[in-house]
């Protein structure tokens, strides 16, 4: 299906988002910005109440800059990307097509990741992590989860291990490795209570003056376990599991002292988190991705908070609805990570 794109003069012509079975009709279009600015202000205004995924085409002038920063994001050539509200790509026009399907796809989840990203990041942290996981366990009872799940089929739930993050003292360092290679470190159950486990530790030592996170394996972490997807007993739970017993809040009252060290694939929570530190470094290898609205969700690990106020909303919306692998290069260069190294896995660091 070719994605509508329109004139920004025709911004106010849009239809209503839900149609008469409160279906979404049309979660995304496309916005021509290649034209001279006229009445941008009223139609920045325009687009920033816009119920829908409004993405930006062309290489825009700098008169188009109020609607720019209305719109969900813009796709320009390559090498045109100088703001956070612009994505660089090889082809905009395909890139928009890209987009356009994943949102037909699931647009529940497209089009609550997009209101979600424009005005939780109003939010102190805590609030924003509760907005983002409301968010989350809503489109948990939705269709578009349940058609996820019913792909995926069953699945047995992940062995128990004895020590799925090993944690170390050095002096004044202390060393969270995340244990799990078998699992690319998934980000599950286990998981995730040891590193919380070893956050608080530091949360509770002031002695403590750095903490260094990395990953044991070919993976830093691949996100959250599939396996243990759709299995909270409800969604209320869920939610409360997720802001009061999930890494991010920790990770963020930490991040003064928090070093995160990437390397291979981050899916996920394995950057959602690791977003939250003051300082991340990556492996040349690394790619970051976030494959959520693609299962009928959004990032339900902090990923609404953390990457936005590194790259900005525009660029969040872009990896989630695009679930594109973002390399290190680029990565670095929009400031999702504050440098590249040449060794980030485990084992080439002492504790």
């Known amino acids: 299906m070719t994605p509508p794109v329109i004139r920004p003069a025709d911004l106010a012509d849009q239809g209503p988002l839900l149609g008469a079975d409160a279906r979404v009709d049309g979660p995304l279009v496309g916005v021509d910005l290649t034209g001279p600015p ?66 037909e796809a699931n647009p529940q989840a497209a089009t609550v990741l997009a209101g979600l990203l424009r005005w939780s990041g109003t939010l102190p942290v805590p609030a924003a992590l509760d907005a983002e996981s409301f968010a989350y366990s809503t489109l948990l009872g939705g269709p578009e989860f349940r058609a996820w799940l019913a792909r995926r089929g069953p699945r047995p739930q992940p062995p128990t291990v004895d020590e799925p993050v090993r944690i170390a003292r050095a002096g004044r360092v202390l060393h969270l490795t995340l244990d799990r290679p078998e699992r690319r470190n998934a980000y599950g159950r286990q998981l995730r209570d040891a590193l919380v486990g070893g956050l608080d530790l530091a949360l509770l030592d002031p002695d403590v003056e750095q903490v260094v996170i990395d990953g044991e394996g070919p993976a830093f972490c691949a996100g959250g376990d599939l396996d243990e997807f759709g299995t909270a007993p409800d969604p209320a739970t869920a939610h409360l599991v997720r802001t009061r017993a999930g890494a991010a809040r920790p990770v963020h009252a930490l991040r003064d002292r928090v070093e995160v060290r990437l390397h291979g694939p981050c899916v996920g929570a394995g950057i959602e988190v690791a977003a939250f530190a003051g300082h991340v470094v990556a492996a040349p290898d690394t790619t970051v991705r976030l494959p959520e609205v693609g299962m009928g969700l959004v990032p339900g690990a902090g990923g609404t908070v953390s990457l936005p106020r590194r790259i900005g909303r525009w660029r969040t919306l872009y990896l989630a609805l695009s679930g594109a692998p973002c390399d290190a290069t680029t990565a670095l260069r929009w400031g999702l990570v504050d440098a590249v190294a040449a060794q980030c896995q485990a084992d080439a660091h002492e504790p």
Request: some cysteine.
């Open 38 to 103: 006229t009445d941008v202000g009223r139609l920045a205004r325009i687009a920033q109440e816009s119920d829908r995924i409004l993405v930006g085409v062309g290489e825009p002038g700098p008169g188009w800059t109020p609607l720019v920063r209305a719109l969900a994001l813009t796709l320009v050539p390559v090498g045109c990307d100088g703001g956070p509200e612009l994505v660089g790509v090889p082809d905009p026009a395909a890139a928009l097509a890209g987009l356009h399907a994943a949102a």
